[in-house]
């Protein structure tokens, strides 16, 4: 119990020792484990965030020089020019579409706004560790549903799972971190099976690596289906993570009651330039996730061809299920300069990087065997 013990001189106390408490879902939550950062000996592999390994592109780079100097007004609130772009992107009215400071932030706007203490949110585990937190955050009550052994989300089950105090699925495909595409299919049959009062959150940050056979189709998703909300966000394909841009997708009255949960102006300018200029270069972003992609082939079929059973990989990282050995692989990676991302006595996933680092782990991983 955070109580402070009379004459106590507070710098001589810990945190929790103040009188001022915490809300004790706060207090109970794990912390957001970052991915390792690199070191500054420019050898290191950074793989543990799942970022993209290419530089800006020069036109973005330009675009965010020239911006530079109207940083001290406050950015468009609404992020107006970036969310016509993106309604036009997704051939929807711009009323349908809202931006935030990373997806991660929309999400938890999207909680704000539909889930009040006590309600359920159904979603995968093990899926993006954001979840159980911002579910918790908003004093909802996360309900789990384990991942197939092949890392894949059980729609069924899931189904299974809400109830009358379920406001919101989150469906998160490709699955973080262990790789597999939520199939157009079975979206289908989870979105029938679940009353139209449920938010669906289809959150597919990696959408732009999958290589399915039977692919989302979020546009028919959307158009058949009011009660799913799209996110997406500029902070992988895109390679626009340091600036902390995503952005929802919906029906207009789906997707007003998280714009006004949203942080006032919580896209920052250079951000809202940047993303602007990365949609006027698609096709060279495009060019750029086809290699990650071949890349991603490349590092599954080595790690299989070592022994490794890899889950279908969709996204632009792969995960090895090294359970009890993770602690100390995750170590001999970090030795061997190599910063991946290790779930305690689960696995470790690893980020698809430049070819020379994806050479690295495939060294590495086999020293594993
Ligand atoms: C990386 C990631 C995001 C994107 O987060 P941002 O806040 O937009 O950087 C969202 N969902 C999942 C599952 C992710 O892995």
Not at 133 to 144: C, D, F, K, S, T
Not at 251 to 267: E, I, L, M, N, Y
Not at 329 to 354: C, H, K, M, Q, T
Request: hydrophobic share 45%; glycine share 8%.
């Amino acid at each position: 119990m955070p109580r402070r013990r009379a004459g106590a001189r507070w710098h001589a106390e810990p945190v929790t020792s103040t009188p001022v408490a915490a809300r004790d879902a706060v207090q109970q939550l794990p912390a957001y484990v970052p991915g390792a950062r690199a070191g500054t000996d420019g050898r290191t592999h950074k793989l543990s965030s799942n970022e993209n390994p290419y530089p800006p592109l020069a036109s973005v780079q330009r675009a965010i020089e020239a911006a530079a100097g109207d940083v001290n007004r406050y950015p468009d609130m609404f992020a107006t020019d970036l969310t016509h772009a993106l309604g036009a992107k997704h051939g929807v009215d711009p009323s349908g579409v809202v931006a935030g400071n990373g997806s991660v932030a929309v999400l938890g706007h999207a909680l704000q706004a539909y889930c009040d203490a006590g309600d359920e949110v159904v979603y995968a585990w093990r899926s993006f560790e954001a979840y159980p937190i911002l579910v918790r955050l908003q004093g909802a009550v996360p309900v789990e549903v384990p991942v197939t052994p092949e890392g894949r989300h059980d729609l069924p089950a899931m189904a299974a799972a809400v109830t009358e105090r379920t406001r919101v699925v989150l469906v998160c495909s490709p699955n973080n971190p262990t790789g597999p595409a939520v199939r157009h299919g079975e979206l289908v049959e989870l979105l029938a099976a679940v009353p139209e009062r449920v938010l669906v959150v289809l959150d597919e940050a990696y959408t732009e690596f999958v290589r399915d056979a039977d692919p989302i189709d979020s546009a028919r998703i959307l158009a058949d289906h009011p009660n799913v909300l799209l996110l997406r966000t500029f902070s992988k394909a895109y390679g626009l993570a340091g600036l902390r841009v995503g952005y929802a997708v919906g029906h207009p009255d789906v997707v007003r009651p998280v714009r006004t949960a949203s942080t006032p102006f919580g896209v920052n300018h250079l951000a809202q330039v940047a993303a602007l200029a990365s949609l006027d270069a698609e096709a060279e972003l495009r060019a750029r996730v086809d290699s990650v992609v071949e890349e991603r082939r490349r590092l599954v079929a080595g790690l299989r061809a070592q022994g490794w059973s890899v889950p279908d990989s969709q996204g632009n990282f792969v995960w090895l299920a090294t359970g009890e050995r993770t602690v100390d692989l995750a170590a001999d990676a970090v030795r061997n300069g190599v910063l991946v991302r290790p779930f305690l006595g689960e696995g470790i996933r690893i980020s698809v990087g430049s070819p020379e680092a994806n050479d690295a782990v495939l060294a590495l991983a086999a020293t594993w065997r």
